[in-house]
């Protein structure tokens, strides 16, 4: 099993439509939590930290629920600009870091 | 302030062949990370580097070695290059602090033949 996996993709949406993403990771011990965008070959940029709280970010909103190991990404009033790869990032209490294996998004007008 | 630079950009080996992929950061970063990436396999940590002077396995370290040779370089070497090691490789760095975020590098691209 994978320690971090996520949504297959490729998720196909209308400008304006509101999208979320899920990942789930193996590790209990995993300390901290991130999405990351990667646009087509390019390298990976941090969009957004994830923290037990929840937090938002303009259109984005990020959860992360401990007790199921899981984290979410919503993207309210998608943009064409939105379409990229979405990679959900999670790291251990050291430096160990470990990416899924992203979620491909296509917003069309 | 360059971030996190990677040479070669661009690299076509024979099978058997050696090489040596450098990376080099100008943030003053403790840590730092070699990954690749396969289509469909999203990145997969090969090895990293928590400070100066050390080096720990990721999840696919087979085939591969690493040297921290001081604070700003890592570098990666494939000793005798096969073409399941055909991919795009990432460098990147990151500060102290759980939430400091990872700086990538523009990747290099390897084809083995």
């Known amino acids: 099993r994978k320690e971090v996996e996520q949504d297959p993709g490729p998720f196909n949406v209308p400008e304006g439509a509101t999208v979320a993403f899920n990942c789930t990771y193996s590790?209990?011990?995993?300390?901290?939590f991130f999405w990351y965008r990667q646009d087509c070959r390019k390298e990976p940029k941090l969009l957004m930290s994830v923290y037990s709280s929840g937090n938002e970010d303009g259109r984005f909103t990020a959860q992360l629920n401990r007790a199921s190991q899981y984290i979410s990404l919503l993207i309210r009033d998608s943009k064409l600009s939105d379409s990229a790869t979405y990679l959900c990032?999670?790291?251990?209490?050291?430096?160990?870091?470990?990416f899924g294996a992203g979620t491909r998004l296509f917003v069309k007008a | 302030n360059a971030g996190v630079t990677q040479t070669p950009k661009f690299q076509v080996l024979k099978t058997g062949q050696s090489m040596t992929l450098q990376c080099a950061q100008d943030m003053n970063h403790n840590s730092m990370y070699w990954y690749r990436q396969d289509p469909g396999m999203g990145l997969r940590l090969i090895y990293y580097?928590?400070?100066?002077?050390?080096?720990d396995k990721g999840e696919v370290p087979n085939g591969y070695n690493v040297s921290r040779l001081n604070k700003r370089e890592f570098s990666l070497r494939l000793e005798s290059a096969a073409p399941s090691q055909t991919s795009v490789y990432f460098c990147?760095?990151?500060?102290?602090?759980?939430?400091?975020?990872?700086?990538f590098g523009p990747g290099t691209r390897l084809t083995v033949l």
């Open positions: 590790n209990s011990a995993s300390q901290s």
């Open positions: 580097s928590a400070s100066e002077g050390t080096t």
């Open positions: 990147a760095s990151r500060g102290t602090g759980d939430y400091n975020e990872q700086f």
């Open positions: 990032v999670v790291r251990d209490g050291g430096f160990k870091t470990i």
